[in-house]
């Protein structure tokens, strides 16, 4: 058994590392091969589906698409910018470091990502990334900060030990959330300071006008073969001073139609093949395009496809003008793989507005009043009324679970969100994971797996007593999620500080909220976090720019983690 578990969480370990097939896919294949091997019974496996603190994750996560439609978040970000760059980031990390105390990390980045690209004071590139640690480093400070805490505290009522609240992280999250806000402000000449070269989206554009002789007219855009063009892709036809965008595959291409594509211009000589095609001879007319800019969002079915599989111009009514991974532009855009922070610049139709799919897929980034919000009245009354379910929580006044329960009850009856919104909204990837972690984690603790893991970092660490173990697990947690996800990083590491700890005969408090904090502590590698990954997407950076500034800023909260969680959480 232990072998067969030993070779399954290396598998999982490197495909995590891999990428290249989802975690939530790759956590659900191990569960349901402990199970199908003996190794967990039926109401073992299922229950890990049904643990508390999961139904408490899905919940808040439910909760915080109500709190992002209200108007508060509009007004904050006001505040935030000015012509002093230092008060200005020192705004930003307060601020976006209290809001991520409580709301889910990514929305809120992508809630200031598009004040900050387009503020007229300070260069972007220098807020982005602050940005980005800012949101992780305010979500150590409470239990509900993080599906990482969450994650943790449903190991630990798993293992028999009474549930975290909600404040318990706060002692040290507040220290760590000081400390690099401080670094920031000292070391913020490492961050890059890169001008706004963003190619204007009449540079993505080529346009080419049907001649009168064409053969192409009377055919379709599918059988004229205006489809599958490997680097360009056609997003609207002008025709009689109307625009037809997107542009299905039935459409019949007309004697003058203007077709315009978007992709790499540098492949104009794919058009010139067309007979009766002549190519760039009018300016596209950009007033008749509608312009979105968006992020895929952590939720987004598109992860894992490529844009063809996908089908996506019939799916959100709107063509790709331009992708961008980070600080690559992609030119083949019908073979891209999409995935988490890949940033799309969007032609869309009428219907795009009217789509239901749209908030589930996308971060609406660009400035323009997409989604209906709440008015002033109905945003207090939901501020105020999630405020009060976490204090009332933290007094044990009620469990967080029922208050949730009750709240979102009383959310769906007043119409303030609808039941089809949250069933799009449901955060599928996070429940799949969590739920089939509980199940491995069992696995791990039976086999004895955890437990020689737990030999090992004690003889690697043990001659510095229990504190060197302590500072083992943290290490091995911290670069277990800056290799993989945050979460998988805590589904890994847990057990085995949790079996390091009963081998020692000491308090697991301090080994849980190290496996906690270390799970957080992703700053040096783009690709380790989804805020970074959607930052990038709007200025470009470089690895390399992550790794001078994230490492100043893994080691101040490293530094604070191992010193000051000790004091709070005896040994």
């Known amino acids: 058994m232990k072998i067969i578990v030993a070779l399954s969480i290396l598998v999982l370990l490197a495909l995590l590392v891999s990428g290249k097939v989802r975690a939530s896919l790759l956590f659900l294949g191990v569960a349901l091969l402990y199970y199908l091997l003996g190794y967990l019974d039926l109401k073992t496996f299922l229950g890990a589906y049904t643990s508390d603190s999961l139904v408490v994750l899905v919940l808040l996560l439910l909760v915080s698409v109500v ?11 006001k505040f935030i910018i000015s012509k002093n760059y230092y008060f200005s980031l020192f705004r930003l990390g307060i601020i976006v470091s209290a809001i991520s105390a409580f709301l889910n990390n990514t929305a809120v980045v992508a809630s200031f990502m598009s004040l900050i690209k387009n503020n007229k004071f300070q260069t972007p590139s220098r807020l982005l990334i602050p940005l980005s640690y800012f949101s992780i480093v305010g979500g150590t400070m409470t239990l509900i900060g993080t599906s990482t805490n969450l994650i943790v505290n449903s190991f630990v009522v798993q293992n028999g030990l009474e549930s975290l609240k909600i404040f318990d992280f706060f002692a040290v999250g507040i220290c760590i959330s000081l400390g690099v806000l401080v670094v920031l402000m000292f070391f913020s000449f490492l961050l890059p300071s890169y001008e706004d070269k963003e190619k204007e989206v009449k540079d993505y554009l080529i346009s080419a006008e049907v001649l009168d002789d064409s053969p192409l007219i009377g055919k379709s855009i599918e059988k004229n073969g205006l489809r599958k063009l490997e680097y360009l ?40 093949e067309f007979k009766g095609l002549e190519v760039g001879k009018q300016d596209v007319k950009m007033q008749d395009l509608e312009l979105i800019d968006v992020v895929i969002s952590p939720e987004s079915n598109l992860i894992g496809k490529s844009v063809k599989e996908v089908n996506f111009r019939t799916k959100f009514d709107a063509g790709i003008i331009a992708l961008k991974k980070g600080s690559q532009n992609i030119s083949k855009i019908g073979k891209s793989i999409l995935n988490t922070g890949d940033r799309l610049i969007l032609s869309v139709g009428k219907d795009f507005k009217t789509r239901e799919n749209i908030l589930k897929n996308f971060y609406i980034i660009s400035n323009i009043d997409k989604f209906k919000k709440l008015n002033k009245l109905q945003s207090l009354f939901v501020v105020l009324g999630f405020l009060g379910i976490i204090a009332l929580s933290a007094l044990g006044v009620f469990s967080l679970l029922k208050a949730l329960i009750v709240f979102l009850l009383f959310l769906l009856m007043l119409k303030f969100v609808k039941f089809d919104e949250l069933k799009r909204r449901f955060p599928l990837e996070i429940f799949i994971i969590v739920g089939s972690s509980l199940a491995i984690t069992k696995v791990l603790i039976d086999s004895g797996l955890a437990k020689d893991f737990a030999t090992l970092i004690i003889g690697v660490f043990g001659e510095y007593g229990v504190y060197g173990s302590f500072v083992g697990i943290y290490l091995l947690t911290l670069l277990l999620t800056e290799m993989i996800t945050n979460n998988a990083a805590a589904a890994l590491a847990f057990p085995i500080g949790f079996a390091t700890a009963q081998s020692l005969g000491v308090s697991p408090m301090p080994f849980i909220f190290a496996v906690a904090y270390g799970a957080s502590c992703g700053f040096m590698m783009p690709h380790g976090y989804q805020t970074h990954l959607m930052v990038s997407s709007m200025c470009g950076y470089k690895t390399t720019d992550f790794v001078k500034i994230g490492f100043v800023v893994s080691l101040t909260y490293s530094l604070i983690v191992l010193s000051v969680t000790p004091i709070f959480f005896k040994f």
């Open 67 to 77: 709190i992002e439609k209200s108007v508060f978040m509009g007004y904050i970000s």
């Open 233 to 272: 892709f056609l997003i609207e036809i002008e025709r009689e001073g109307m625009s037809i965008s997107p542009v299905g595959s039935s459409e019949i291409i007309c004697k003058g139609d203007k077709l315009v594509f978007s992709g790499d211009v540098a492949h104009l000589e794919i058009l010139k």
